[in-house]
């Protein structure tokens, strides 16, 4: 019979709620028996119908003898501390994007990690397991577009919650196209520019829409496209231009509409309506994997720190207007 791992959580917000949703009534031999936040009300209504634990905050749930494996849900500013507890306790990890919210403070998870000896931690970089771009990313690797050139990328959010502030254009929003052009293209990410365009009247206080540009070590351009308050859904699009071709990722709604002369279909709400099933396979996969006593095989902090060293420049460049150059140090051997 297979093992039940026992997973607990910490941060019972948006996505906390969310992959606690998928870890017990989608995947099998999964018990979720713990839960943290700092909102205790919102902790002890998330904890109650699984009859959780409920822990007074994250480190005192990563202690629990109960608690095999740990999730961070938490807001990004708050990963650095309970990955670090995590792995001090030698208990695996899957901490939401992004991994922290500087090179520093994933240098410091690297470094603990390395210490430790062993992998122990995954990153949500969720679209690694998207069909859509698996599919995307096969054509590529077939060679049947040829040698590519460029990508163009949209990463469009209906809107943002209030937390939101204006570098999280960069740090909770880019961060993914970032992660994922490094693992399609196989190839580090070497300088980046942000220019912004006028400013959306949907915008608030933030610098919306924005352009980045990434150039990549084997001289593949990519621009991304951030708009974060389209409000008419989530969109996320995606071009290669090779020699010989293009592929692209295709309107990703089951269904079309054709009624009184007009062709509609089903634009996604939000990331958990896009993502749905990429996030299943991803914690599928995560959970096999300490199940079996081995390594994540997802995204590591490896990952998450090379986002993170992105990321800081990109928010460099989106302050000064500036081409900013990227270095990378030197990769750790678990990481090979
Ligand atoms: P949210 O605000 O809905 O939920 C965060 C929860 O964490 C809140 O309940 C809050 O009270 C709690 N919290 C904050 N600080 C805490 C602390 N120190 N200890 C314990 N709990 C704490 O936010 P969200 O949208 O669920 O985002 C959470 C994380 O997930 C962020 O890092 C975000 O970037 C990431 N995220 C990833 C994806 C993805 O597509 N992979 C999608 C959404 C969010
Ligand atoms: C959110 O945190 C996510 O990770 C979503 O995937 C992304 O689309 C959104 O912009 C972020 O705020």
Redesign the pocket.
């Known amino acids: 019979m297979r093992a039940v791992l026992r997973v607990g959580v910490?941060?019972?917000?948006?996505?906390?709620r969310d992959h606690i949703r998928r870890l017990t009534t989608v995947l099998a031999g999964i018990d979720v028996v713990a839960v943290?936040?700092?909102?205790a009300f919102?902790a002890a209504q998330v904890a109650a119908p699984l009859g959780a634990t409920v822990y007074p905050?994250?480190l005192a749930l990563i202690a629990a003898d109960e608690v095999d494996a740990v999730l961070v849900?938490?807001?990004?500013g708050?990963?650095e501390?309970?990955v670090l507890a995590a792995i001090t306790a030698g208990k695996p990890v899957f901490c939401?994007?992004?991994l922290a919210t500087t090179r520093e403070a994933c240098l410091r998870i690297v470094a603990a990690e390395v210490g430790h000896g062993r992998r122990l931690v995954q990153v949500?970089?969720?679209r690694r397991y998207d069909a859509a771009y698996r599919a995307l990313k096969q054509v590529l690797d077939s060679g049947v577009i040829g040698a590519p050139l460029m990508m163009h990328c949209a990463h469009r959010n209906a809107g943002v919650?209030a937390?939101y502030e204006p570098e999280n254009t960069i740090t909770?929003t880019a961060v993914?196209e970032i992660d994922m052009v490094r693992w399609m293209f196989g190839a580090e990410i070497v300088a980046v520019r942000v220019l912004r365009p006028r400013v959306s009247r949907n915008a608030g206080s933030l610098p919306d829409p924005l352009l980045l540009v990434l150039e990549l070590a084997n001289e593949v351009l990519v621009d991304v496209e951030i708009s974060v308050n389209v409000r008419y859904g989530y969109d996320i699009r995606g071009e290669i231009l090779g020699e010989d071709g293009t592929v692209s990722l295709e309107n990703p709604g089951l269904i079309a509409v054709r009624h009184a002369g007009r062709l509609a279909g089903p634009v996604p709400g939000d990331?958990r309506d896009r993502?749905a099933t990429a996030?299943d396979v991803e914690l599928r996969e995560w959970a096999d994997s300490v199940i079996g006593g081995g390594p994540p095989v997802g995204p590591g902090s490896w990952d998450g720190y090379a986002a993170a060293v992105v990321s800081d420049a990109a928010v460099r460049a989106l302050r000064t207007g500036d081409r900013v150059a990227v270095t990378v140090d030197e990769r750790p051997a678990i990481y090979s």
């Open positions: 910490i941060g019972a917000g948006l996505i906390g943290a936040d700092v909102d919102v905050n994250g849900c938490s807001w990004g708050t990963h501390e309970y939401e994007k992004p949500g970089y969720m919650p937390f909770d993914h990331w993502f996030y």
